[in-house]
């Protein structure tokens, strides 16, 4: 079976707002790339939202992506909650075994990695991707699935936009540093300054991927897949930078839709 990975690096999935209206839906092209992966008309779609920091946000965040899986494409979808993890672990198991699409969302990366690895949802994530299911996720969701990864987790836990990127280790299908929503700065966060001092002594490269974009990785083949921004004042993509030499290295991911060699997107040249 082949492996596969869609790592998202941001975007708005229509989501609600507090006042009622709603977010726009940048997603589309990737989420449909995803469907299309699983070789089925309509798969089964599992959220996994357990990067979201209680039980409304979770059940916010699946209300979301309903309306896309299920109302737009047609998916049957299921919702497996942090504490059905830690309560119920066969109902985890079982719920993955039916997905053909495996979802994660943003929020609390260091969070989610530590209730996989507590109570060994990670092996089950493991063998789940072994078996040929679509693992995909945005933000945290797509952090997840590399050895390590940039994460504004402190952030999320303090309330707090001064608290600085950390780095955290993650499931490590994938041997690479990875970089969420890597087009965004602010006065406190600067996604791809973090990357390059978190790689200085790294051996492994750094993948940022920014919002309305995603890394498709299919066994050992990879490409860049984007979608449109709503405000269309950027245009998506993807960097690959490592420290060699003593010498920091930073290109732009090719963005034609052919596939690569995976092998030459993870060594440092």
Known sequence: ???????????????????????????EQIDKEIICL??????NFLLIAHSQLNVEFEEKYFEAMKSIYRDRFGCECRFLTRDEVATDFQKAIDDVLWADIIYEGGGDTQGMIELWLQTG????????????????GVSAGANCWFQSCSSDSLKIQLNDNRAPMIVLNCLNFIPAFFTPHCNEK???????KHMKSSLRNSDIVGIGVSNCAALEIIDDEYRLITSVPADKKFKPYGIKAFWKNGRYYKEYLINDNEYRNLKSLLRKD
């Open 1 to 27: 079976m082949k492996k596969k990975i869609v790592a998202i690096g941001g975007g708005e999935n229509g989501r609600r707002k507090s006042d009622g209206s709603y977010y726009p839906y940048e997603t």
């Open 186 to 192: 602010s006065r406190y966060t600067n996604r791809m």
């Open 38 to 43: 699983t070789e089925k008309e309509k798969p």
């Open 121 to 136: 949802f990670d092996k089950v994530l493991y063998d789940a991707w072994c078996s040929g299911k679509v693992m995909c």
